[in-house]
């Protein structure tokens, strides 16, 4: 356990439909990210939120609409998602933005169909 | 923009062999550099993290050297048992700017 859990582990979804993932936190961060992680990509950083404003935004398509209610919780909603959307969705969390060891839920695997 | 490469993309080896992954890196001015062990369809875990004022880092059977002036990272897995088998991953941080990730290399320690 790393202290970050992600819900759901796994999504099947339409390309109709909205939905949410959640990431939760306690061991008193102050950053938190979401990864995305297609097969045969490497990691590709999507959001990052430092005590509770976001900091980076990669060029994420609008249909990914982050949100961080307090430090310990951030949600990624989801709508008219497309197929190649499908991957796994990893939350993190450091101390501080960037230069710490970052710890990784175990992920969201999203499947749209 | 910083490029993180890692040599071999999969690997195979026999139990208790000694072995070594590569990762390279473009830009020389990093701040730290990580390498993490991910599970199949599991998240990340942060194995080894190496300061750039550092050369090295070790945690029981690993060992992670960093070379900045080459680009250059290494982890150095001794003795390999088939727990190890996993995918490797190796990051650079340049400060405040977000971790970039190698693709991984997928180990395999065949028992």
């Known amino acids: 356990e790393t202290g970050v859990t992600q819900t759901p582990r796994h999504l099947v979804m339409g390309m109709t439909n909205k939905k949410s993932l959640k990431c939760e936190q306690h061991l008193g961060h102050n950053a938190m990210y979401w990864y995305k992680q297609s097969a045969k990509k490497p990691l590709e950083l999507m959001f990052v939120y430092s005590l509770e404003e976001r900091v980076e935004n990669n060029s994420v398509p609008s249909r990914f609409s982050p949100e961080c209610p307090n430090s310990s919780h951030l949600f990624l909603h989801l709508h008219t998602l497309q197929p190649e959307d499908s991957a796994l969705y990893l939350c993190?969390?450091?101390?501080?933005?960037?230069?710490?060891?970052?710890?990784f839920g175990a992920g969201t695997r999203l499947s749209v169909l | 923009k910083q490029e993180v490469t890692q040599i071999p993309a999969a690997l195979s080896v026999p139990e208790g062999e000694n072995l070594v992954l590569n990762c390279s890196f473009t830009?020389?001015?990093?701040?730290?550099l990580q390498w993490f062990r991910q599970d199949p369809g599991k998240g990340l875990t942060s194995l080894l993290l190496?300061?750039?004022?550092?050369r090295e880092q070790t945690s029981g059977r690993l060992n992670a050297s960093l070379d900045k002036s080459s680009g250059r990272s290494t982890l150095y897995i001794a003795a390999s048992q088939p727990g190890d088998s996993a995918t490797y991953l190796c990051a650079s941080s340049s400060g405040n700017t977000p971790l970039v990730f190698g693709k991984g290399t997928r180990l395999s320690v065949i028992a």
């Open positions: 830009d020389s001015a990093i701040y730290n």
């Open positions: 190496i300061q750039s004022s550092q």
């Open positions: 993190a969390s450091s101390q501080d933005q960037g230069t710490n060891i970052q710890y």
